[in-house]
C-alpha cells in the first residue's frame, strides 16, 4: 500500500464520543486525503491537505475535522462520533498537483458508531 | 460531487473472457482515472487519461476516453479470477479533488 499506513484498522466506539484515525506516509508526499466509503455511494471526500498546516474541506465534511502538524501524518478527527458516520475511511495521498496524479490508498479503517 | 457513474453495476464472466465497464460524468474534465479495489483494501490506480487522449493501454487494460460524450471505458482481455475486484473511475476537473463513481462489482470464475 505505497508507504501509507492506517491506525487503528478497526474501531468501535459509542454515540457522542471524540474518534480519531491517523494516516501516516513515509513517501513525503505533498497531498493528502481522507476519504470514506460507503454502500450506493462510492468514495466521498471529507478533507484534504496540500501541506503541513494547509488543509481544506470536501464534499462531506460536516462533523470532521482534520490537522496535518508534518508532512508525513494527517489526522481525521470526529469531535462528537455519529451512527452516520459509521464507515471505511481511507487516507491517501499523491506526490504533486493534485487530480492530474495518481492517488495512493491506505488500507483503510472500519469504524463502527454503536 | 461524484461526478462518474461506472455501467453496468455488477458484471459476471468466465476466465478468459474480456471484461468492458462504461464510466460517464456530467461537467469537463482535465483528466480521468480508473482504480481496483479488491475486496477488504484500499483502492490501487490502475491508468491515467488525459483529456486531450482518446485511447491508452497498459498491459491487458485498455482504456478509452470520449469527451464529446462525456465517456470512458475500461477494457480488461483475457480475465482472470485474480480481476475479480470493484473498479471505479475517478474524474478531476480543477483543484486538488477526485470524484469517483460508484464502482463495477466484476466478477471471474473459473
Known amino acids: 500500500d505505497a508507504g501509507i499506513t492506517q491506525s487503528p484498522r478497526h474501531k468501535v466506539t459509542e454515540t457522542g464520543t471524540p474518534v480519531t484515525l491517523r494516516c501516516h506516509q513515509t513517501?513525503?508526499?505533498?497531498?493528502m486525503y481522507w476519504y470514506r466509503q460507503d454502500p450506493g455511494h462510492g468514495l466521498r471526500l471529507i478533507h484534504y491537505s496540500y501541506g503541513v498546516k494547509d488543509t481544506d474541506k470536501g464534499e462531506v465534511s460536516d462533523g470532521y475535522s482534520v490537522s496535518r502538524s508534518k508532512t508525513e501524518d494527517f489526522l481525521l478527527t470526529l469531535e462528537s462520533a455519529t451512527s452516520s458516520q459509521t464507515s471505511v475511511y481511507f487516507c491517501a495521498i499523491s506526490e504533486s498537483g493534485g487530480n492530474g496524479y495518481e492517488q495512493y490508498f491506505g488500507p483503510g479503517t472500519r469504524l463502527t458508531v454503536t | 460531487s461524484q461526478q462518474g457513474e461506472e455501467d453496468p453495476q455488477a458484471l459476471s464472466i468466465q476466465e478468459g473472457e474480456n471484461a468492458t465497464m462504461n464510466c460517464s460524468y456530467k461537467t469537463s474534465i482535465n483528466n480521468l482515472q480508473w482504480y481496483r479495489q479488491n475486496s477488504g483494501r484500499g483502492l490501487v490506480h490502475l491508468i491515467l487519461?488525459?483529456?486531450?487522449?482518446r485511447e491508452k493501454h497498459s498491459g491487458r487494460l485498455r482504456v478509452t476516453l470520449d469527451t464529446s460524450k462525456k465517456s470512458s471505458s475500461l477494457l480488461i482481455t483475457a480475465s482472470r479470477a485474480a480481476d475479480t475486484a470493484s473498479y471505479f473511475c475517478a474524474t478531476g476537473n480543477s483543484g486538488y479533488a477526485l470524484n469517483f463513481g460508484k464502482g463495477t462489482s466484476l466478477l471471474v470464475t473459473p
Open positions: 513517501e513525503n508526499h505533498r497531498y
Open positions: 487519461i488525459r483529456s486531450n487522449e
